[in-house]
């Protein structure tokens, strides 16, 4: 044992301070017994407070020990886990008394598997973890946190070694200054043979028509074959057989930007000698940059004729194409600035197509125009969907006072073959069309399999959630038998007294094909009309076919039965007959918008048609019908801009303006206005993968020092949306970070604002690889990093619990019972002082002593007043007599009494001074008479 100081210099000051108080005491007046015991307590109260001023510690060696077992359970040492488990449970069997133990482990994060504590149990390593790295600097931070400061400490690695994220190397002077011992079981890799895609570079981006290289770096621990497939965008570059080396293959390909945008380039391995697969493919991608190109759509193509022919004489690049073959990856959407829907129906859309719309537009500012017709808008089924969404008018129209009221009957298959998604997509789509329908509307639905059920009887459509329940109530059941859930339908509408009333009939199966026709003839008669839908393959078409054309209705065939609720929302909006609008006129402008820059100068022509629909409080309606509804009408959704134009460009309705001389300027502002066309010079994006985190740097050529509102837009491959926020590294640069946890394809849109203003954008994308763990990498750092902690490698696990390289020192400190020390003295010492506690020990314990020894003296005298009387009678003449003595000291003990009482602070000395005497005095005074 020994005693510290953190700050002992603190020291010499108690000798200073000793003298400062020794030197003022001078000036006390007092008695010295007093004076001296009053310097005793100031010294040891500058004593303790300047120990506890220099942290006083008492220093022994620590007997208890704390013992991580730090377990690597990343993907490169998969398959060790049992063994691991078993070396710890043998190394318990050889733990001391005094020893702490803990379990931790890591791979990507890290995971505590329970407090310190006396023993390990066979539940151990079992935490759920992210194995797709190993970050062992992570693991050991941990583990330091866990170690209580004054025990002996030491953690046991059980790794490959073999770091991928984070550096094990910034810990190693951590360590040294806890003496921490590391101890380190090296793990051996399950892989034997192995080839992989080291690396896969193309140049982020091209310009269309250049050529550029194309690079890889194939890794092989042994020398063998592989098959090398390069693909761009599902398209076969090159298939060629290589001979590999043991080591690094390096291979240069050259290729050709033949398409615009985003092209996804994908490398594929098929190694004769290989373990695992899921390193044998590696993708990149690159953007291709020219001028801006457009994507045309159309259900038929006389529609998108006339716009062709706009973007011919404008010089505008552009692709048309059918509205079932549009893109649905997001990566070839984002190949145009801006997409023209020509009539076109939402369930001739792929859902890949609708379900990417919304992030085009709003997060990647593509642009988009929807041209009208019979089959666009709430005629096409647009209610409730993306379409809906990104555009800037919506499909249910408000405040029609002339609309005709409607009585609707659902008859839904409900059989054994409808189960499932079907069944819950058909409920769904029955709700939908109450969703249509206004509350003066009648609405009813039969459910059927082998015979019909009243699931809602006809009524008004304002008792909403009694409705929706029983829709919902719907279950599975058995056969199908069409014919007496229309006969029910038919039966209730006829009771009806609606303007118009329609039959909707769902089914995915067969069904009696005769037996029809009375019905159908009497529906007829009572103005019901009657659409059919068909799910999937066994649908019997020319049944529901006939049906349809016989009812005056639709036929609509769906191979997956998603469509189901768009096609039944198209259907309500297409009974009430009020939104397709056959009128001529001649549009009034309401807004003088860029888009109608030198267009209205002379006049606009007139139109003869177009599909109902009602604003957006946020748009900006450029075109009004007679009626006020809109028949052009713009908004910015998010960054992108669209635009929805009512009416038609067929010719059907739009005849006159296809001949107007300015028809084509009218286009071209559409289309310019919704692709991007901003303040400043676009923007750069770069991004790089670095220790499991993509970096995101943009650069912009912007000359003013203003920071402006800097983020990028992240889809991630499972279609998520990320904000990332970016920080001004200097100027024109800005970067920030995120932690990808999905492989495959990122696409990034990076914009800069002032405010709300969008200024700048850029795109960009980077391709997140399969996890390092499967690459074959050295443990160089690692090894590195234990030699200079002093680190040692074990084998057995009995060598775990021995003797300590570095024991730890446990320091207590006693500062605070110094302070308790020194204030109980200060409180003493005021006591003394300001409480006269001398005085009052005097009068209460010195005093009753005095006058104790007194008595003693006087009956020792008066034991010996016989023996002198004769000699004290012959001195009677020349001395007082021995009685007048004894009264005399009497006298003067009664007025000493008497002087104490009444100043009980007098000293000693002061009393001398006043001539008094006291009882010792007086009785040796007597005795020199005697």
Partial sequence: MRIEFTRAWLLLLYPLMLGIVIFLSRKYHTNKVKKYLILTIRGIFLLCLILALADMSIVNMSKDTTTIFLSDLSNSVSGNEEDMKQFILE????????????????????????????????????????????????????????????????????????????????????IKEQKIDIKVKLLESQINDEVYVDSFYIPQKVNLGEQFQVHMDIYATVDTETKVTLIADGEKLVTETMSLNQGSNKYVLHDTAKKMGFVNYELL?????????????????????????????????????????????????????????????????????????????????????????????????????????????????????????????????????????????????????????????????????????????????????????????????????????????????????????????????????????????LTDGQAENTGYEGLLTNMNDNKITLSTVGIGSDTDIGL????????????????????IPRIFAKEAFLATRTYLNNMTFTPEITSYHSI???????????????????????????????????????????????????????????????????????????IHYTIENYSREPIELESTLKDGEVEVTLTTSGEDDQLLDTSVQVQTPSNKNITLNLEPVRKGVYRGRFLPDEIGSYMLKGVQ???????????????????????????????????????????????????????????????????????????????????????????????????????????????????????MDHDNKSHKPVEVIEQQIKSHEKDNLSKKNSKPSKSKEAQQASGGLNTDQLLGSLNKKK
Avoid at 142 to 157: A, E, F, Q
Avoid at 340 to 346: I, P
Avoid at 546 to 557: D, E, K, T
């Fill in 91 to 174: 190394a318990m069997q050889s733990k001391q008394e005094e020893d702490r133990v803990a379990s931790v482990v890591f791979g990507k994060d890290v995971e505590l598997e329970g407090e310190v504590t006396d023993n390990l149990t066979g539940n151990i390593l079992d935490s759920p973890i992210n194995t797709s790295h190993t970050d062992i600097e992570q693991g050991l931070v941990k583990s330091m946190t866990m170690m209580p400061k004054d025990t002996n400490k030491r953690i046991v690695l059980l790794t490959d070694g073999k770091e991928n994220k984070g550096d094990v190397g910034t810990l190693v002077h951590a």
């Fill in 269 to 505: 391995i098929e190694p004769v000698h290989d373990t695992m697969t899921i390193n044998n493919s590696y993708s990149a991608y690159t953007l291709v940059e020219t001028s801006p190109k457009i994507l045309i759509l159309y259900d038929e193509e006389n529609d998108a004729v006339q716009l062709e022919k706009i973007a011919d004489s404008l010089g505008l690049e552009y692709d048309s194409m059918a509205s079932h073959t549009a893109p649905t990856q997001l990566e070839n959407l984002l190949t145009y600035k801006s997409i023209m829907l020509c009539n076109v129906s939402a369930d001739k859309l792929d859902n890949g197509f609708l379900e990417q719309l919304e992030h085009y537009v709003k997060d990647f500012g593509g642009g988009m125009v929807a041209v009208g017709g019979e089959n666009a808008f709430a005629l096409g089924g647009y209610y409730k969907t993306p379409l809906e969404t990104v555009l800037p008018v919506n499909m249910h129209m408000r405040g029609i006072k002339d609309k005709p009221s409607v009585a609707m009957m659902l008859v839904i298959d409900k059989s054994g073959s409808m189960a499932g998604i079907n069944l819950k997509l058909a409920k769904e789509a029955a709700v939908r069309t109450l969703d249509v329908l206004e509350d003066r509307d009648e609405i009813g639905v039969v459910a059927f399999d082998d015979k019909a059920y009243n699931v809602v009887d006809l009524q008004k459509a304002e008792n909403r959630e009694s409705i929706q329940e029983s829709i919902l109530g719907i279950q599975q059941g058995g056969g199908t038998s069409i014919l007496p859930a229309l006969r029910e339908a038919y039966e209730k509408l006829s009771l009806s007294k609606a303007e118009i009333k329609h039959v909707i009939l």
């Fill in 753 to 871: 604002k002032d405010e709300e203003q969008v200024l700048a954008t850029g795109l960009g994308g980077i391709t997140v690889p399969y996890s390092e763990e499967y690459k074959v990498a050295k443990a160089t750092t690692f090894k590195h990093f234990v030699d200079q902690v002093g680190g040692a490698y074990i084998q057995r696990a009995e060598d775990v619990f021995g003797p300590l390289d570095h024991p730890v020192k446990s320091k207590k400190s006693v500062v605070n019972g110094l302070l308790i020390m020194a204030m109980i003295i200060w409180i003493v010492d005021i006591a003394m002082r300001r409480l006269n506690v001398m005085t009052k020990l005097q009068r209460r314990i010195v005093a009753p002593m005095s006058r104790g020894i007194g008595y003693i003296y006087r009956k020792a005298i008066g034991s010996n007043r016989q023996k002198n009387k004769k000699v």
């Fill in 596 to 670: 109608l820059s030198s267009v209205y100068d002379e006049g606009l022509p007139p139109l003869h048609g177009y599909v109902g629909t009602s604003p957006k409080d946020a748009a900006t309606v450029l075109l009004t019908s007679p009626v006020k509804d809109p028949i052009l009408v713009s908004w910015q959704y998010g960054l992108g801009k669209t635009v929805a134009w009512t009416s038609d460009l067929s010719g059907q309705w739009s005849r006159e303006y296809n001949a107007w001389g300015r028809n084509h300027i009218l286009w071209q502002n559409i």
């Fill in 544 to 563: 529901l076919s006939y049906l349809a054309s016989s009812g005056n209705g639709r036929f609509y065939l769906t191979k997956d039965g998603l469509s």
